[in-house]
């Protein structure tokens, strides 16, 4: 059986990105929580993994991130 262009074969299971959408955003540095997606947090993708970094966090250890250290150094 062949799949129509732009349609996929699943099994059903939702993706990764829909899971990540379907949980709440936890903060990576300070645990604070978001309802639901935050236009002013920072994402990072550490060791293959969905790091999420609140603003406050984000603006406290800019110059980290835009050094692009590893977040064990800040």
């Known amino acids: 059986m062949t799949t129509p262009s732009g349609?996929?074969?699943d099994g059903g299971f939702p993706s990764e990105d829909a899971e990540a959408e379907a949980r709440p955003l936890v903060c990576a540095r300070c645990g604070r929580r978001a309802g639901g997606p935050e236009p002013?947090?920072?994402l990072s993708?550490?060791?293959g993994v969905r790091q999420y970094v609140c603003?406050?966090?984000s603006r406290e250890?800019?110059?980290a991130i835009e050094g692009r250290l590893d977040s064990?150094?800040?």
């Open 7 to 9: 349609d996929s074969d």
């Open 40 to 42: 002013t947090w920072t």
């Open 45 to 47: 993708v550490e060791n």
């Open 55 to 57: 603003d406050t966090c």
């Open 61 to 63: 250890h800019l110059r």
């Open 72 to 74: 064990a150094w800040w």
